[in-house]
């Protein structure tokens, strides 16, 4: 079998299990996910990003958004698609090139 095929075949294995595995792990964890800390204590969230904002300013509060937003199950689910799409482009990129030595 040729480096092609086999790259192209490992491509096509790590794009289908980094989706599978997306897929899986959203289902877990959105089935047992527990309630958000605004729904449990209703504006938290709005008088913490004050206090942030008093303490660190804009950014110190942008970052705790987007760690909030990241730590969302469909925010991990894409985070471990998108990993395995990359790993498996390059697998795709490498079997272009692996069978003319002289692209490198």
Not at 4 to 33: E, P, Q, T
Not at 68 to 85: C, F, H, K, T, Y
Request: glycine share 8%; aromatic share 8%; charged share 20%.
């Amino acid at each position: 079998m040729k480096p092609s095929v086999r790259l192209r075949l490992a491509g096509r294995i790590v794009l289908a299990c980094g989706v599978g595995a997306a897929i899986l792990f959203y289902w877990m964890r959105s089935r047992n996910a527990a309630p958000e800390l605004d729904e449990l204590a209703a504006g938290y969230l709005k008088a913490r990003d004050h206090q942030l904002g008093q303490l660190m300013g804009p950014l110190g509060v942008t970052l705790t958004q987007w760690m909030d937003v990241l730590q969302r199950p469909l925010s991990e689910a894409i985070m471990i698609a998108a990993g395995g799409a990359v790993i498996a482009w390059a697998c795709f990129r490498l079997a272009e090139t692996a069978d003319e030595p002289e692209k490198w």
